[in-house]
């Protein structure tokens, strides 16, 4: 029987620049996605006959990774009837996208084991949602349209994070409609400028200034849930460079520059874990870390 398994890295977003609302829903964005080393785990295992299945102890609902098998058979892909079980180290409703890194594992686990048709998997990571299509190469990328169209990028300069969880989640689909609310969105002509602006700060080994680590959710997600603001401090007197919200929240992230970055958030998160349950250093991570491996 076959077995393989892959890595599914969380994501911070080390910029967000929020457009407006689309026809379908969804919001124009530019953005940055980062693989970061707090990861969970997927097994799949290939059966002999049955149905697909999941098993996400923990997690309740609609779970991604059935989403992207059932994407996949919509797709006419023919591979056999699979087991996904997965281990869950990310928060959930975080805002480090879980979820949706979960389902790009599940995605690539699927395709080692049967042909996927050039551009299925890209196409079914879209409809998933822009988090999974960000998250399907593991690593640093552009999102633009809204988020799905991913660039890859170059590695930035050396660097580390300071994940500090919160106690609560957040829905996504409530930030959002917080951030509408609260009028946040950028015309079209200014999310293009924004683009234009981070574009040529996007190269290889580079450090990015500080007016580029912003996260237009940061409004919208502090309305719905004011302690954010204290992580957001915390981190910055732990010694963080930078500390952003990630993705929609409420996780905050503090990024530390240079040489000896996760040693100094390695200290961080020993003054602030009696404080933040679950608060962790991450780092960047990129493929092969996220590839399949089969036995």
């Known amino acids: 029987m076959s077995r393989g398994t892959a890595l599914a890295p969380a994501k911070v977003n080390t910029c967000l620049f929020l457009g407006g609302r689309r026809a379908d829903g969804r919001h124009e964005l530019v953005t940055v996605y980062e693989s970061i080393s707090l ?9 002999r006959e049955g149905a697909d299945r999941v098993i996400c102890p923990g997690v309740s609902g609609p779970n991604l990774v059935s989403g992207a098998l059932a994407g996949l058979r919509a797709a006419e892909w023919d591979g056999p009837p699979v087991l996904i079980d997965v281990v869950k180290r990310i928060p959930v409703a975080a805002g480090l996208g879980g979820g949706s ?39 640093v990328s552009l999102g633009t349209g809204a988020g799905d169209v991913v660039e890859p990028l170059a590695a930035l300069a050396e660097h580390a994070w300071l994940i500090l969880p919160a106690a609560v989640g957040l829905s996504t689909a409530d930030v959002y409609r917080e951030a509408d609310r609260l009028g946040l969105a950028r015309s079209p002509s200014d999310l293009a400028e924004a683009r234009r602006w981070l574009e040529p700060a996007l190269r290889a080994g580079a450090v990015l200034p500080g007016e580029l680590l912003v996260n237009e959710l940061e409004r919208a997600a502090l309305s719905l849930y004011p302690p954010i603001s204290r992580a ?9 460079d930078h500390a952003v919200l990630a993705g929609s929240g409420p996780t905050v992230a503090g990024l530390f520059w240079g040489r000896g970055a996760e040693q100094r958030a390695a200290a961080a998160v020993a003054a602030l874990a009696g ?21």
């Open 275 to 295: 404080r933040y349950s679950g608060a962790c250093v991450a780092v960047p991570v990129a493929e092969p870390v996220g590839a399949p491996q089969f036995r």
């Open 101 to 139: 890194a979960d389902a790009a594992a599940a995605l690539r686990l699927a395709g080692a084991v049967a042909p996927v048709a050039p551009g299925v998997l890209a196409s079914v990571a879209r409809a998933l949602g822009a988090d999974v299509a960000g998250q399907l190469a593991p690593g």
């Open 232 to 240: 957001l401090l915390d981190a910055r007197e732990a010694g963080a």
């Open 39 to 47: 990861a969970d785990s997927l097994t799949l295992t290939v059966c």
